[in-house]
């Protein structure tokens, strides 16, 4: 009996999947929960396991095919899969050709006749640089006289020099040798997509501000140790930022809203989706409830979606539903730069590289770690004060973390 193999649910508002890679082919054996076929959608990539066991005897979608949900994909029947081919048989030994007879060599070509000079002919030959065998010879049965060299000389000297031979040209390179053409992915078409409604659709604007990590940095240092070795998990620089961003939203709930036609929805919760580049493209996995969790179940959350995006095993239910974003540009060196929003959401906030500056304080000039942070926000629901504010915000909750660890 054959079982049918069909494009499986993808998930709210996915309805289109592209085949992005067969683990089989036809006639082989496949075992029942095995991974059969990959496809790519526009937010994860998921692997379509074998409904059943038995032989794969037909595939209905070639790879980078485009499917819709329920589609049919391929077959699988009842059978054991190809039998190994058979060994060829060895071919019969061939007699060795006689050898041909050995071909008696071409006579060489017999010499042209050497021209006869005359001695003088000879001389002034010479002394022209001609060469004499190429002129015609006037005398007695051919032979070469003076007169002949000074006439060839002559003749020689007063033709027009031939101009040197152009380079022949280079033969044209292959196009394949100097660019190679591939079809963008689904993720990667969906970003562009998402990514350029956003700033045709919102009133983006970024205001900029620098903190000085210096506080973080020592209480990280004092404590990570114990840190990790109590939870199982290093403490990182996110952990303080969501917090602080967290801190922050609660301050300022339009950083925390979105439009939905002509109302304002204000998001009483806190879901911070972390920026993270992978292999197939930027996706951004989302922390749920950031609020209710502690600097170790944030980091460990944080880690966890880490490894499934880099392993492409994010789940829809992971990446959809954020209600703020952070994206950390740092870990790349971007010392600064301008985070375009994750619709639907209204702001998001850009980490950038900590870099040794010196600072005035106090007047005088110190060395301090600093970083740059940008808030990319949208306009038509955040006001600028709200947003400069917000930033100070995160500002003073990083430069003072007792602040976030006493909830101030």
Known sequence: ???????????????????????????????????????????????????????????????????????????????????????????????????????????????????????????????????????????????????????????????????????????????GERETRVRMTKLRRRIAERLKDAQNTAAILTTYNEVDMSQVMALRSRYKDGFEKKHGVKLGFMSFFVKAAI???????????????????????????????????????????????SFAGVEATINALGVKARDGKLTMEELTGGTFTISNGGVYGSLMSSPILNPPQSGILGMHKIQERPMAEKGQVVIRPMMYLALSYDHRIIDGKEAVSFLVRVKECIENPERLLFDL
């Open 1 to 175: 009996m054959s079982v049918e193999i069909k494009v499986p649910s993808l998930g709210e508002s996915v309805t289109e999947a592209t085949i992005g890679q067969w683990f089989k082919k036809v006639g082989d054996r496949v075992e029942a929960d095995e991974p059969l076929v990959e496809l790519e959608t526009d937010k994860v990539t998921l692997e379509v396991n074998a409904p059943a066991s038995g032989v794969l005897t037909d595939i209905l979608a070639e790879e980078g095919a485009d499917v819709e949900v329920g589609a049919l994909l391929g077959v699988i029947g009842e059978g054991q899969g190809a039998a190994a081919a058979k060994p060829a048989e060895a071919p019969k030994k061939a007699e060795a050709p006689k050898a041909a007879p050995k071909a008696e060599p071409a006579p060489a070509a017999a010499p042209a006749a050497e021209k006869v000079l005359s001695p003088a002919a000879r001389k002034a030959a010479g002394d022209a640089g001609i060469d004499a065998g190429s002129v015609e010879g006037t005398g007695r049965d051919g032979r070469v006289m003076k007169d002949d060299v000074q006439r060839a000389a002559a003749a020689q000297s007063a033709a027009p020099a031939q101009p040197a031979a152009a380079p022949a040209p280079k033969a044209a390179q292959p196009a």
């Open 247 to 293: 801190a922050g939203l609660k301050e300022y709930p339009a950083v925390n809203a979105q439009i939905d036609g002509d109302e304002l929805i204000y998001k009483n919760h806190y879901d911070i989706g972390v920026a993270v580049g992978t292999e197939q493209g930027l996706v951004v996995p989302v922390v749920r409830d950031a609020d209710q969790l």
